[in-house]
């Protein structure tokens, strides 16, 4: 069985470290994980729910929504930005979360990954995995990777002077693997 992984980077820096982690974990993909990096993320509107009715629903929301839909996992690389998600990314993760009880972003397993400043983002993924949780999904935290000053070791096309970060990717998708498995098994 392939599984599919859709993953999404929150930073639009054309150097982005959150991007070359999302570049990395298609790179370092396992056998029986199919990872696809989703740009175009900036091209959503800022949600607003005046379009969010069947008739004026913008074709780009519907394709981000039926693309998430369709993959079975998610790989998010979150920059911390005060503190909190970059405002691309928490309008991205809004547009997933209605029509309430058939929102796309529930029965995924997902894994959140940081590249921040000096203190790594330490606060900006605990908020993510209690609400993404709490919508429904499967959240896969460990091995826990928010690294500091990524950008000084982690170049946008997804490679790395940091070993280290490779294992613990690595490490993730693996985990990634696992849950599917488990949640496979609980279906059966
Ligand atoms: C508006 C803004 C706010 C930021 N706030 C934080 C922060 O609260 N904590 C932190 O560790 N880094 C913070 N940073 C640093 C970013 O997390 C850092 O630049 C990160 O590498 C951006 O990711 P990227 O390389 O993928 O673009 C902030 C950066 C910006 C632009």
Redesign the pocket.
């Known amino acids: 069985v392939v599984s599919t992984v859709l993953a999404v980077?929150?930073?639009?820096?054309a150097?982005?470290?959150?991007?070359?982690?999302v570049r990395m974990a298609a790179r370092l993909a396992p056998d029986g994980l199919a990872v696809t990096v989703r740009d175009g993320i900036d091209l959503l509107p800022h949600y607003n729910a005046d379009l969010d009715t069947p008739d004026t629903v913008p074709d780009v929301c519907t394709a981000w929504r039926d693309d998430v839909r369709a993959a079975d996992a998610l790989f998010l690389?979150v920059?911390?930005?005060?503190?909190?998600p970059?405002g691309v990314l928490k309008n991205a993760i809004d547009w997933l979360t209605r029509p309430v009880g058939e929102h796309a972003i529930r029965g995924k397993v997902i894994a959140i990954v940081?590249?921040?400043?000096?203190?790594?983002?330490?606060?900006?993924q605990p908020p993510l995995v209690e609400i993404l949780g709490l919508l429904g999904n499967t959240m896969v935290t460990e091995p826990a990777i928010m690294v500091?000053?990524?950008?000084e070791r982690?170049s946008?096309d997804g490679s790395t002077t940091d070993p280290e970060i490779e294992t613990l990717v690595r490490a993730r998708l693996d985990a990634i693997v696992a849950a599917l498995t488990e949640q496979r098994d609980g279906a059966s």
């Open positions: 980077s929150g930073s639009l820096r150097g982005s470290a959150n991007t070359g982690l690389a920059p911390e930005y005060n503190y909190g970059s940081t590249s921040a400043g000096r203190g790594g983002g330490s606060r900006v500091a000053k990524g950008n982690i946008s």
